[in-house]
């Protein structure tokens, strides 16, 4: 029996693209709809949807999900063999950024020592991106997904930044946590170029977040291969 191909983002009604907000939102507007709890609720139709919400929601579950729906988009359109190795997609994960003013980085340089303020470190390192991200000559033609670390600001879900005495944030009113965005690219980098992701309207954990950083300019640097 041939397998079946099960699209969760055709289910959701979202793009391939859509960002975990977008995901939300579109789960929570068909729950509505197809709760078995609600007047004409379909509750077959409302586990499926409910399945494509915990795959695409987790990270680690829609990366792998993403690989098999690529693979079908790409059998669907003809493109195997040979195309299916020139369209793959490569996946560069958080980890692979660089932070160009990073202690370790700034310490080879003797400019750590006191009354160096941040700004003059990078305008002495001439440093006008926030991240560095190395990329391999293969991965350079794309097309890209990358996941790009962001600092967040979340409101305390205990004090919602009211209580100066709250124990869980220490009256500060938020807590910094660290987000991933998601980027996809065409591809067609070329060495030195400058990305820059646009984070404003963005809320990482829903309406009582946000991202520290309107913007996140992004180096694009080649690592050569023999």
Not at 7 to 16: K, N, Q, V
Not at 39 to 44: F, M, N, Q, R, Y
Not at 65 to 74: I, K, Q, S
Request: net charge positive; hydrophobic share 35%.
């Amino acid at each position: 029996m041939p397998a079946v191909f099960v699209d969760h983002y055709r289910l959701l009604g979202i793009s391939p693209v859509a960002s975990t907000d977008e995901i939300q939102r579109a789960f929570r507007k068909l729950a509505k709809i197809h709760h078995p709890d609600k007047k004409g609720g379909d509750p077959l139709r409302f586990h499926s949807i409910y399945t494509a919400y915990r795959i695409l929601s987790r990270e680690e579950t829609r990366r792998r999900f993403d690989e098999v729906f690529f693979r079908h988009r790409l059998k669907e359109a003809g493109l195997t063999g040979r195309n299916e190795v020139a369209r793959k997609v490569f996946r560069v994960g958080a980890e692979r950024f660089v932070y160009p003013t990073s202690v370790a980085s700034l310490a080879r340089r003797g400019l750590l020592r006191k009354k160096f303020r941040s700004r003059d470190r990078r305008r002495y390192l001439r440093i006008d991106y926030d991240l560095e991200l190395p990329l391999l000559e293969r991965e350079m033609p794309g097309p890209l997904r990358i996941y790009v670390p962001v600092v967040a600001r979340i409101l305390c879900p205990d004090c919602h930044g009211s209580d100066t005495d709250c124990y869980a944030c220490n009256g500060k009113g938020s807590y910094k946590a660290s987000r991933t965005v998601r980027l996809d690219l065409e591809g067609g980098l070329s060495e030195g170029q400058i990305l820059q992701l646009d984070l404003s309207g963005l809320r990482p954990d829903g309406p009582l977040s946000y991202f520290k950083k309107k913007t996140i300019r992004i180096k694009i640097t080649c690592i050569k291969t023999k």
